[in-house]
């Protein structure tokens, strides 16, 4: 049975809840600044909390603090009840951001199921990178960031057109060792970050589609957010958050039409009160 069929939207966004209020905290109290984004910022401004079928919550963090925050979360977290999750050379989560995740849940993604990684419910901390004024390095960071989204995703993209779709396969097809495409997406993200955020104007998400990596974004936005209620918790969002919005979704306050009012994440299966561990080798790691 479809764990869609089994447990309700809403139960998923309360548990995600309670991961974004605790990781709210942590960041304030070791000085690290993030903002909602995404989906969830519009959730905040258009709905107060949650967009009602929304699965996910996104939050944006600018690439210095991006930087300290899984050293700081060893050190200082409650690690037994919350993992700070990112690709590293030992592991690799078919995904860009960084993962806070509930250790005492289970939210397996279909594109994950075979790979032994933290299968819990999450948050996602993407990074932000600050943008060279120059047209030759603003090209640049964009070709290392397709780069970097083909090797460190390894897996194949879904709904970004099909010459992005065979052109991941070839370049996978080509570079099969994990040690040497996780060398490949290591030295792109290196060279995406090298311009920092302290001297640029402007930042950008770049571990994202195409059409995300060219939205700029002032940096004065996400250095000194501002706070808006999500879900009765005071949480910050990008200083100008009309502008956000507008650049990221247009017309933000009208309503998508029914049909598109679906969640974001394909789950092959839920548990929000037991352990992804208690399910290797039966939802996921499963032999063939």
Same mark, same amino acid.
């Given at each position: 049975?479809?764990?869609?069929?089994?447990?309700?939207t809403r139960r998923i966004q309360e548990?995600?809840?309670?991961?974004?209020?605790?990781?709210?905290?942590?960041?304030?109290?070791?000085?690290?600044?993030?903002?909602?984004?995404?989906?969830?910022?519009?959730?905040?401004?258009?709905?107060g909390g949650f967009i009602p079928w929304?699965?996910?919550?996104?939050?944006?963090?600018?690439?210095?603090?991006?930087?300290?925050?899984?050293?700081?979360?060893?050190?200082?977290?409650?690690?037994?009840?919350?993992?700070?999750? &990112?690709?590293?050379?030992?592991?690799?989560?078919?995904?860009?951001?960084?993962?806070?995740?509930?250790?005492?849940?289970?939210?397996?993604?279909?594109?994950?199921?075979?790979?032994?990684?933290?299968?819990?419910?999450?948050?996602?901390?993407?990074?932000?990178?600050?943008?060279?004024?120059?047209?030759?390095?603003?090209?640049?960071?964009?070709?290392?960031?397709?780069?970097?989204?083909?090797?460190?995703?390894? +897996?194949?993209?879904?709904?970004?057109?099909?010459?992005?779709?065979?052109?991941?396969?070839?370049?996978?097809?080509?570079?099969?060792?994990?040690?040497? &495409?996780?060398?490949?997406?290591?030295?792109?993200?290196?060279?995406?970050? &090298?311009?920092?955020?302290?001297?640029?104007?402007?930042?950008?998400?770049?571990?994202?589609?195409?059409?995300?990596?060219?939205? +700029?974004?002032?940096?004065?936005?996400? +250095?000194?957010?501002?706070?808006?209620?999500?879900?009765?918790?005071?949480?910050?969002?990008?200083?100008?958050?009309?502008?956000?919005l507008r650049i990221s979704f247009g017309?933000?306050?009208?309503?998508?039409?029914?049909?598109? &009012?679906?969640?974001?994440?394909?789950?092959?299966?839920?548990?929000?009160?037991?352990?992804?561990?208690?399910?290797?080798?039966?939802?996921?790691?499963?032999?063939?």
């Amino acid at each position: 049975m479809s764990a869609s069929q089994e447990i309700t939207t809403r139960r998923i966004q309360e548990k995600m809840l309670d991961i974004l209020v605790y990781f709210d905290r942590f960041c304030r109290e070791n000085g690290l600044t993030f903002t909602l984004c995404g989906g969830t910022a519009l959730g905040a401004v258009r709905h107060g909390g949650f967009i009602p079928w929304d699965d996910d919550v996104d939050v944006f963090m600018l690439r210095e603090d991006y930087e300290r925050l899984q050293e700081l979360w060893e050190r200082h977290a409650d690690t037994s009840r919350y993992a700070c999750v &990112r690709s590293n050379e030992s592991i690799n989560i078919h995904h860009s951001a960084t993962e806070i995740k509930d250790n005492n849940t289970t939210f397996i993604n279909r594109h994950s199921v075979q790979s032994d990684i933290h299968h819990g419910l999450m948050i996602d901390v993407i990074p932000i990178d600050g943008v060279p004024a120059s047209s030759w390095g603003r090209f640049r960071q964009m070709v290392d960031s397709m780069i970097y989204c083909c090797f460190n995703f390894q +897996r194949l993209p879904e709904h970004k057109g099909k010459l992005t779709y065979y052109a991941t396969k070839l370049a996978l097809g080509v570079f099969r060792s994990a040690k040497v &495409r996780y060398k490949i997406w290591k030295g792109a993200e290196r060279r995406i970050a &090298r311009y920092g955020t302290e001297n640029c104007e402007f930042v950008a998400s770049f571990g994202e589609g195409t059409s995300i990596m060219k939205m +700029r974004f002032p940096t004065a936005w996400f +250095r000194q957010p501002a706070t808006m209620d999500f879900e009765g918790y005071p949480m910050p969002v990008p200083a100008d958050v009309d502008a956000y919005l507008r650049i990221s979704f247009g017309d933000y306050m009208q309503l998508p039409p029914e049909e598109d &009012r679906v969640a974001r994440h394909s789950a092959v299966f839920i548990d929000l009160d037991n352990s992804y561990t208690k399910y290797k080798g039966i939802h996921y790691c499963v032999e063939k």
